[in-house]
């Protein structure tokens, strides 16, 4: 009796919607159970749940009144704002797919998006209104242009008329959790960027990762936001502040002051934040100049490697703190990996273990899985895997090809299970037949007290192929540091094929909105120069 309910069930009415676990029926349960308690706070403005709930309702229904349909792409070019929430979810409200664009990129390469991605619609705000008009210019493909804070060009629609007119128009869609909740284009620091698509199912995995490797979890936590909003690491951060209903405290893009980031995180009584090691670096040293009264419990970076003295310095200014290192990528979700602040000088250059949503293995080629210790490509399964590559049959199947994911990342297994990145596969050095991994060179760079930030790339060489040379950003109050100065710290944890055969000192790495270096700009500078190396 009840299967053939079911089965002739209208699941676009209620309560069979509700049942649908994501981030739009979480948002809207708060906004039921905890109306005025305040889910979002940027700059001056604080927004409660049910404003939240009833504003990404009303931009749902406008984009339904404009002819945004199920599945339809909605390009999202915003700085981190609350609009940028709401508008997520208005969109996956109907079905909709939200395209988060990198703010950074030319207009061609935001025309890339649109042409990949087939969008019709941006959404954007009066600073980042000229590239969308670019854009939308160059590529003829767009229909609507709408602006979060204002315009008077007579050809955009401003947000805050269409969200004036209320959510009547808002059609009952079922979204069920495999729906494509947005495409997050990835780096493209190796070609042109792929649109992962992520699922409602993947974010509801990230959202469970995220708490089962927290600590203390407290009705009262607040979470801020510091990552680009267009990048999987800003976006996924509202997994689990739907999931719980804590607040987030939106931080603004731009220059990055470490003092305005710890009066704010005093100011908003911050429990967690996730920073890149630079800007941890730069907030621990402001914390000593002149301490703040925080409520930190969870402190976690990524991106890239941090030094001991990075390390060292956060367990100083932030003793009470869980201290994590998350790693992954955008393809799941993202986070894969975690190791815990007790165990990061143990197990230095480590990226811990896997997370518990997780499946993973360390193969070979031909996907057999290595011995413990030695290197391999992990791959992985689990909910937290994106549905595939937008509109690349063929990449999603080399993506998944064995019935796994491959990530591209060369790590290998020590005696107590904690993992440790080698290198990205297409980033490997080949000398003279040797493999030489950049990662393994970077981490024994950033061990040396002289550097701040180290990336090995390859250049040609007449005799071995290729060689590695290491491009370095010297620690505060260091002005000069030569090959022979690092030969005793190189000869101490590296074999000899393995050293830098050159030493390129500038002011800083290029990296992308992510916060990783930008290898390929790297080489392009860099990598073709011969002359003077070391046999």
């Known amino acids: 009796m009840t299967a053939t309910y079911e089965a002739t069930a209208d699941l676009t009415t209620e309560p069979y919607r509700s049942r649908r676990n994501h981030w739009n029926n979480q948002v809207h349960r708060h906004a039921l159970m905890t109306p005025d308690k305040v889910a979002i706070t940027y700059l001056d403005k604080s927004t409660t749940w049910k404003q939240l709930d009833d504003r990404s309702r009303a931009f749902g229904a406008a984009l339904s009144r404009l002819g945004v349909q199920f599945g339809d792409r909605i390009l999202m070019v915003l700085l981190?704002?609350?609009?940028?929430?709401?508008?997520?979810?208005?969109?996956?409200?109907?079905?909709?797919?939200?395209?988060?664009?990198?703010?950074?990129?030319?207009?061609?390469?935001?025309?890339?998006?649109?042409?990949?991605?087939?969008?019709?619609?941006?959404?954007?705000?009066?600073?980042?209104?000229?590239?969308?008009?670019?854009?939308?210019?160059?590529?003829?493909?767009?229909?609507?242009?709408?602006?979060?804070?204002?315009?008077?060009?007579?050809?955009?629609?401003?947000?805050?008329?269409?969200?004036?007119?209320?959510?009547?128009?808002?059609?009952?869609?079922?979204?069920?959790?495999?729906?494509?909740?947005?495409?997050?284009?990835?780096?493209?620091?190796?070609?042109?960027?792929?649109?992962?698509?992520?699922?409602?199912?993947?974010?509801?995995?990230?959202?469970?990762?995220?708490?089962?490797?927290?600590?203390?979890?407290?009705?009262?936590?607040?979470?801020?936001?510091?990552?680009?909003?267009?990048?999987?690491?800003?976006?996924?951060?509202?997994?689990?502040?739907?999931?719980?209903?804590?607040?987030?405290?939106?931080?603004?893009?731009?220059?990055?002051?470490?003092?305005?980031?710890?009066?704010?995180?005093?100011?908003?009584?911050?429990?967690?934040?996730?920073?890149?090691?630079?800007?941890?670096?730069?907030?621990?040293?402001?914390?000593k100049a002149r301490p703040r009264t925080l409520r930190l419990r969870n402190i976690?970076?990524?991106?890239?490697?941090?030094?001991?003295?990075?390390?060292?310095?956060?367990?100083?200014?932030?003793?009470?703190?869980?201290?994590?290192?998350?790693?992954?990528?955008?393809?799941?979700?993202?986070?894969?990996?975690?190791?815990e602040g007790k165990d990061a000088l143990r197990k230095k250059g480590s990226i811990g273990k896997v997370v518990p949503a997780v499946t993973a293995r360390i193969v070979d080629p031909l996907m057999n899985d290595v011995k413990p210790g030695e290197v391999g490509e992990i791959v992985y399964r689990g909910p937290n895997l994106m549905k595939g590559y937008w509109n690349k049959p063929e990449a999603t199947a080399e993506a998944f090809r064995g019935g796994w994911f491959h990530s591209g990342d060369l790590v290998r297994e020590d005696e107590d299970g904690f993992l440790f990145v080698v290198d990205r596969a297409k980033d490997m050095i080949i000398s003279g037949g040797e493999n030489i991994y950049c990662a393994e060179v970077e981490n024994v760079l950033y061990s040396h007290p002289a550097i701040m930030e180290a990336a090995i790339i390859g250049r040609a060489h007449e005799k071995w192929g290729e060689v590695p040379v290491a491009v370095v950003v010297l620690a505060e109050g260091v002005t000069d540091l030569t090959l022979a100065e690092l030969e005793p710290h190189l000869n101490e944890n590296l074999a000899r094929f393995k050293h830098p055969k050159d030493l390129v000192i500038i002011d800083e790495l290029p990296r992308n909105a992510g916060g990783k270096v930008v290898k390929p700009k790297l080489r392009e500078t860099y990598g073709s120069k011969d002359a003077g190396l070391a046999d």
């Open 300 to 339: 976690s970076w990524g991106a890239a490697p941090a030094s001991d003295t990075v390390l060292n310095a956060m367990g100083e200014a932030f003793p009470e703190a869980l201290n994590m290192t998350a790693f992954g990528q955008t393809e799941m979700s993202p986070v894969t990996t975690i190791l």
């Open 80 to 287: 981190n704002r609350t609009e940028y929430v709401e508008a997520v979810l208005g969109a996956t409200l109907i079905g909709a797919i939200p395209v988060p664009v990198n703010i950074r990129m030319s207009p061609a390469e935001v025309a890339y998006l649109v042409s990949d991605s087939g969008a019709k619609v941006i959404v954007t705000e009066k600073l980042l209104a000229p590239l969308a008009d670019a854009v939308s210019a160059s590529t003829g493909g767009i229909d609507t242009l709408i602006v979060v804070d204002g315009s008077e060009n007579p050809q955009h629609l401003e947000y805050e008329g269409l969200l004036a007119q209320g959510d009547a128009d808002l059609p009952a869609v079922d979204v069920p959790e495999d729906t494509v909740a947005a495409i997050m284009y990835t780096s493209g620091t190796t070609g042109k960027p792929k649109g992962a698509m992520l699922t409602h199912q993947n974010f509801h995995a990230q959202a469970v990762t995220t708490m089962a490797t927290t600590a203390n979890a407290d009705a009262d936590d607040v979470a801020s936001v510091v990552p680009p909003m267009f990048h999987i690491a800003g976006l996924a951060a509202f997994a689990p502040v739907f999931y719980r209903g804590v607040r987030a405290v939106i931080h603004p893009l731009g220059a990055f002051d470490p003092d305005a980031m710890l009066d704010t995180l005093e100011r908003e009584g911050t429990t967690s934040v996730f920073m890149v090691p630079a800007q941890w670096q730069a907030v621990c040293a402001a914390q």
